[in-house]
C-alpha cells in the first residue's frame, strides 16, 4: 500500500534562514507529489506539485521541491523563511491504483524564531 | 484554479444534534471530496462524491452517519449525524477537475466544529 512519511513533526528555524521539509513516500511506480500550506485557521493551499519532467519545480512563495526517485523523496525548500511562512505543511501522493485520491503525510508544523 | 466556499465557517453545535455544512465551486467540477481534520492531525478523506452517483465512503464513516448530496458540477453538502465531542473538527471540502491536472485538488477553507 502507498504512504507518506513526513518525519519531523515540527520543525523551528529563524526567519531568514534556509528551509527543508522532508518527504518520503513508499510506492511502485513514480507517482504524482504535490505540497500543500495550512496556514492558521486556513484551508489548505497548493503550493507546487510534480508530475513528470523535470525533477527540480518551482512553486508559489519562493518554494521549490526536488523528485529524486532514487529516494523516493519529494522534499520541500525554501532559501529564506520569513515569519509569515510559519505554517503546517502537508505532502501528499496521488497514485493510479489509489482510485485517484490523495494520500496524505502527517504533516510538519513549521515555527518561525524572530 | 477553481474558488471554493463553505458554509458555515464554525459552528458550535449541542450533542445529538446534526450540521450540514455547504461547500460551493465557482466552476463546474467532477470529483469533489469531503475530508475531516482532527485537532494537531492530518486529513482523513471521508467520501468521496461524484455528481450524478452515491458518495464512496472511506472505511470507517458510514452515510448514517456523514449524508453527502451533490445534486449539480458545483454544489455539494455535508451531514454531521448525532453529534458527539469526538465530531469535534475541521471539515474540508475539495474538488478536482479530472482532466490533465488528475489528483491536482483545491480546497475551501474548511468548517470549524465544535461539539459539546
Known amino acids: 500500500a502507498q504512504s507518506v512519511t513526513q518525519p519531523d513533526i515540527h520543525i523551528t528555524v529563524s526567519e531568514g534562514a534556509s528551509l527543508e521539509l522532508r518527504c518520503n513516500y513508499s510506492?511502485?511506480?513514480?507517482?504524482?507529489l504535490f505540497w500543500y500550506v495550512q496556514s492558521p485557521g486556513q484551508g489548505l493551499q497548493l503550493l507546487l506539485k510534480?508530475?513528470?519532467?523535470d525533477t527540480l519545480v518551482q512553486g508559489i512563495k519562493g518554494f521549490e521541491a526536488e523528485f529524486k526517485r532514487s529516494q523516493s523523496s519529494f522534499n520541500l525548500r525554501k532559501p529564506s523563511v520569513h515569519w509569515s511562512d510559519a505554517a503546517e505543511y502537508f505532502c501528499?501522493?496521488?497514485?493510479?491504483?489509489?482510485?485517484?485520491?490523495?494520500?496524505w503525510g502527517a504533516g510538519t508544523k513549521l515555527i518561525i524564531k524572530p | 484554479s477553481a474558488v471554493i466556499s463553505q458554509k458555515p465557517s464554525r459552528d458550535i453545535c449541542q450533542r445529538g444534534t446534526s450540521l450540514t455544512i455547504q461547500c460551493q465551486v465557482d466552476?463546474?467540477?467532477?470529483?469533489m471530496f469531503w475530508y475531516r481534520q482532527q485537532p494537531g492531525q492530518s486529513l482523513t478523506l471521508i467520501a468521496t462524491?461524484?455528481?450524478?452517483?452515491?458518495?464512496?465512503?472511506e472505511s470507517g464513516f458510514v452515510i448514517d452517519k456523514f449524508p453527502i448530496s451533490r445534486p449539480n458540477l458545483t454544489f455539494s453538502t455535508l451531514t454531521v449525524s448525532n453529534l458527539s465531542p469526538e465530531d469535534s473538527s475541521i471539515y474540508l471540502c475539495?474538488?478536482?477537475?479530472?482532466?490533465?491536472?488528475?489528483?491536482?485538488?483545491?480546497f475551501g477553507p474548511g468548517t470549524r466544529l465544535t461539539v459539546t
Open positions: 501528499a501522493v496521488g497514485a493510479m491504483d489509489s482510485n485517484y485520491q490523495l494520500i
Open positions: 466552476s463546474q467540477v467532477t470529483m
Open positions: 510506492y511502485g511506480a513514480t507517482p504524482y
Open positions: 475539495s474538488v478536482e477537475d479530472r482532466g490533465y491536472r488528475a489528483y491536482e485538488q483545491y
Open positions: 510534480y508530475f513528470s519532467g
Open positions: 462524491a461524484n455528481q450524478g452517483s452515491e458518495a464512496t465512503y
